[in-house]
């Protein structure tokens, strides 16, 4: 069975930064891709940044250029670098690995941007 946990959540100021972790108990390289997601309170969980099996990399407008996804081969993990964090970037984080129409999901982990 396929489970992925995140971590690396927490409280950072406006202008911080933070790493996410989403370890996989299974290699990386099964999924068609692994991709980040984040819901804040009241609103739909948004697609923020997503990696191939090939190593490509495309994330949403609103973190360009802020955040950065890249992938632990060795370690099963996929890491999120969030840098610049912005109040609105408050939400909780999830992990989601697919492959051909089945997505796996993390249970998420918490970020507050706050000062």
């Known amino acids: 069975q396929v489970q992925l946990v995140e971590s690396g959540g927490g409280l950072v100021q406006p202008g911080g930064s933070l790493r996410l972790s989403c370890a996989a108990s299974?290699?990386?390289?099964?999924?068609?891709?692994i991709s980040w997601y984040r819901q804040a309170p009241g609103r739909q969980r948004d697609m923020v940044a997503v990696?191939?099996?090939?190593?490509?990399?495309n994330y949403a407008d609103s973190v360009k250029g802020r955040f950065t996804i890249s992938r632990d081969n060795a370690k099963n993990t996929v890491y999120l670098e969030m840098n610049s964090l912005k109040p609105e970037d408050t939400a909780v984080y999830y992990c989601?690995?697919?492959?051909?129409?089945?997505?796996?999901w993390g249970r998420g982990t918490q970020v507050t941007v706050s000062s």
């Open positions: 989601k690995a697919s492959v051909t129409k089945i997505n796996y």
């Open positions: 299974v290699s990386a390289l099964n999924f068609d891709s």
């Open positions: 990696i191939t099996r090939g190593g490509s990399a």
